[in-house]
């Protein structure tokens, strides 16, 4: 797609005999593929679960309000119900006592729908490892994103939100029900942050003392 | 708000009615007395068989002593005693079961103790003395497997129902690794959801009345408004509640079983996780009991550190509480504002520990570190910017009309009912009685600040949202007095058991390195002993009573937790009130998940 924006006050009307018109048809249809415009609105209008778990729940609110507003992303929309959600955080520990319920509130959100695991618990049981704690929600969800903290900032989750709607923008799905072969393109799948970004921290060279504020 | 002048207890006066108490007991059941134990913390520890255990317990409830009386069950936990080795001068005993009485009154703590032995685990109920024993017994069933004789329903409380074995036992396995490997598949999925599914004939319930069908309505583990994993299941008549049952456990990580295995002194971050709002106030009972343990005094500068780290946290979590109160009872944008405040208290809180939520920053003798150049700035302009903002807060929320009729009248209880449930903090201070720990019995230097504790007349869901937002002023004022009168010095006891030690000590000769590397790598040793320590916690009394084998790990760690006792008791306020009453209720009491399951 190919689109661009001004400013209300600085649009002027088309006048005939240039190209103005070319741009006011830019700006006012968009010449796109269902298909494609339906993985954008996809991308941009994850509506959440309202679904924690533990202290990482505390910081996806604070993402939620004002300071980090995660309203920016399309993702404000909390849903009280799975059955109108697109996405489950799973935001803090998977308890052995509270995993067949996960399951269960899994299963019923509707197709599609993606699973961010928030925080070092719901990846891998962190800093838990103990009888009543699942070693990460990853045994019985299949998980999209996860994102690394204890807890994580908001920010990070805010990341690892991008990092997922960038993935739904490049899934093309069948837009009917189509027998056999579901046609779905998953996205390939990506390296994990520490391997992109490695280089890039490895050549820090200056370090904020702790000394100062 | 009213707040009264502060009857202070002294020390002495607080040991006096202890041990009046010990010296009535010793002359009525003095024959039945096996022990009298000492521990560091100097609360009395009286040690009595199961025979005789109601009957010291009904004298310390009923009978008064110097003018006091024991009103409240603090406590109720056990200890597994088979792999201890310092028992010296304690009865025999396999399973030792463990009150902790409070009293108000004359402001001392007594402890009971009870032997029991692997082959007949079994006790008398205290259900009928105080009803807050009913979830500590049920715990104590599910934790270590002893059966309290007439309980009215013993069943497992933390762990699911499917559950094989008793956790807190020392041939429980610890580790999620070392036992089989987690999985769920759809029978199994089924399974636990109907072990987990609500019969109300097991509580008792009735379905139907003479004249109507009571509704069964589940709410939880997961809703909006129960403020983390936690279900409750409501009896209904129409939209009159006629009883509930809370169902807890969904958020058990085992903090207990945990500190048996993490060193004195790796457990440390593991205690933020516990009020995961009250982040390092949580870690203060917690060192606090090991430092009495150790014999560790902290210099002032740690102490005013320690202070107002905690008094952020305290209006933090406020915050939190005051606007998810207003949400739960529809106002939908205050806890937008209010997250503003948050942002900035977690702002200063990062400058100086690092971290936002859960820095685990005090360390056994000190702190991490000391304050970062320039810490006072940003706090400075917190102390300017926050009471307007307050000010705001109470024309917006407080003086709501909306919010006072939803919440005036509901959910009430008394100062005794209180007692009964073991209801501390805020919740108690809304019923008109002025105990706060920090001034009863002041510790990590509360006694040189000034500030009121505030109290309501009610004790009802308004006036516990009341005094939270006055503690938030006077947690202001605390801060306040921190930054103008901060101490100079070390963050950090020079004692050698202070970890970690002291770099500048070690560098002396083989020994003092070789006691340096022992103490990072294995942890400090902490000689055998028993202590129990208690603070005013954001949410009430928090209390950790440690015991160390003289080892490098804590031989048990028994956290005692105030929103576990909160918990209890909303059947008993909740009664007659519609649903949406219980929601305001719910929301008042303001409990974190993790407090109460540990």
């Not at chain 2, 007949?120 to 069933?141: F, G, M, Q």
């Not at chain 2, 008793?166 to 490997?181: D, G, N, Q, S, Y």
């Not at chain 2, 939190?320 to 977690?346: C, H, K, N, W």
């Not at chain 2, 040189?448 to 309501?456: G, H, L, R, T, Y």
């Amino acid at each position: 797609m190919n689109w661009s924006l001004e400013a209300a006050d600085q649009a002027k009307a088309p006048q005939r005999g240039n190209d103005d018109l070319d741009k006011l048809v830019r700006q006012n249809v968009m010449m796109v593929t269902l298909e494609d415009m339906i993985a954008w609105g996809r991308k941009n209008s994850l509506w959440p679960f309202n679904f924690g778990l533990s202290c990482c729940y505390v910081e996806m609110a604070t993402a939620i309000t004002s300071r980090h507003d995660v309203a920016r992303f399309g993702s404000e929309v909390i849903r009280g119900t799975p059955r109108q959600a697109d996405m489950i955080i799973i935001a803090g520990t998977v308890f052995r006592k509270m995993a067949p319920v996960v399951k269960q509130l899994y299963d019923q959100l509707l197709e599609p729908k993606w699973v961010i695991s928030m925080g070092s618990c719901a990846n891998s049981g962190g800093m838990y490892d103990i009888y009543s704690v699942v070693q990460g929600v990853d045994k019985f969800l299949p998980v999209d994103v996860y994102v690394s903290g204890c807890p994580p900032r908001p920010e990070a989750l805010l990341q690892g939100l991008m990092l997922l709607q960038e993935s739904i923008g490049k899934q093309r799905r069948p837009l009917s029900w189509v027998i056999n072969e579901q046609g779905i393109i998953q996205r390939e799948e990506n390296d994990v942050q520490r391997v992109i970004r490695g280089p890039e921290r490895i050549a820090a060279t200056e370090l904020r003392s702790p000394d100062e504020v | 708000m009213p707040t009264s002048t502060n009857t202070a207890f002294t020390k002495q006066n607080r040991q006096s009615a202890a041990h009046v108490a010990v010296d009535y007991l010793q002359s009525v059941l003095g024959d039945r007395l096996l022990c009298k134990q000492q521990t560091v913390d100097s609360i009395p520890t009286l040690w009595f068989s199961r025979e005789s255990i109601i009957q010291a317990l009904t004298i310390l409830r009923n009978e008064s002593f110097a003018g006091a009386r024991f009103e409240m069950l603090l406590d109720l936990t056990a200890i597994d005693e088979r792999a201890r080795i310092n028992r010296q001068e304690q009865p025999e005993s396999d399973f030792t079961v463990v009150y902790h009485l409070m009293s108000f009154s004359g402001n001392a703590d007594l402890r009971l103790k009870v032997p029991l032995h692997d082959s007949d685990l079994r006790t008398p109920t205290t259900c009928d003395l105080w009803p807050n024993a009913n979830w500590y017994e049920r715990e104590v069933w599910d934790m270590f497997g002893i059966r309290f004789d007439g309980h009215p329903n013993l069943y497992r409380l933390v762990l699911p129902p499917t559950w094989k074995g008793h956790a807190l036992r020392k041939e429980h396995p610890a580790r999620a690794t070392e036992m089989e490997p987690f999985a769920l598949n759809d029978e199994q999925t089924d399974v636990e959801q109907e072990a987990l599914k609500f019969k109300p004939e097991e509580w008792g319930m009735k379905r139907a009345s003479d004249d109507s069908e009571f509704m069964f309505l589940n709410l939880g583990p997961n809703h909006p408004s129960v403020h983390g994993a936690f279900r409750i299941a409501v009896q209904l008549d129409g939209e009159i509640l006629v009883d509930a049952v809370p169902d807890i456990g969904y958020h058990h990580r085992g903090a207990e079983k945990m500190g048996e295995r993490q060193s004195w002194h790796t457990f440390i971050p593991y205690t933020d996780r516990i009020d995961y709002l009250g982040g390092v106030m949580n870690n203060l009972p917690y060192v606090m009991a090991v430092e009495k343990m150790a014999g560790i005094e902290v210099p002032e500068r740690v102490k005013v550190i320690r202070v107002m780290l905690s008094e952020m946290f305290r209006i933090c979590s406020h915050l939190l509480f005051y606007g998810t109160f207003a949400q739960d009872v529809g106002q939908l944008s205050p806890i937008f504002y209010m997250f503003v405040e948050r942002e900035r208290i977690f702002n200063i809180i990062e400058s100086i520990c690092g971290a936002r939520m859960h820095p685990g920053w005090f360390r056994i003798g000190g702190v991490a570190q000391d304050l970062p150049k320039g810490w006072d700035t940003r706090i400075r302009e917190l102390l300017e910017f926050m009471p307007p903002r307050l000010d705001e807060y109470d024309s917006m929320v407080m003086n709501n009309g909306i919010l006072k009729r939803r919440t005036q009248g509901v959910g009430a209880y008394t100062t005794q009912e209180a007692f009964d449930w073991g209801v501390t903090g805020a919740g108690l201070r809304a019923t008109g009685l002025e105990w706060d720990m920090r001034k009863q019995r002041p510790y990590s230097g509360y006694e040189n600040f000034e500030f009121d504790v505030p109290i309501a007349a009610n004790g009802d869901c308004y006036d516990r949202c009341a005094v939270r937002v006055e503690e938030m002023r006077q947690s202001l004022r605390i801060i306040k007095q921190c930054v103008d009168n901060m101490p100079s010095g070390d963050y950090k006891s020079s004692h050698p058991l202070t970890t970690p030690p002291r770099k500048e000590n070690t560098m002396q000769d083989i020994e003092t390195l070789i006691n340096h590397f022992l103490n990072v790598s294995w942890g400090p040793v902490i000689p055998p002993n028993e202590v129990s320590m208690s603070i005013e916690a954001t949410k009430g009394i928090n209390s950790y009573y440690l015991i160390s084998d003289g080892s490098t790990t804590s031989y048990r760690t028994r956290i005692r937790t105030p929103s576990f006792a909160h918990l209890q008791m909303i059947p008993a306020i909740s009664r007659g009130f519609m649903v949406s009453d219980l929601i305001a209720i719910i929301a008042s009491i303001d409990f974190v998940m993790a407090d109460v399951d540990r």
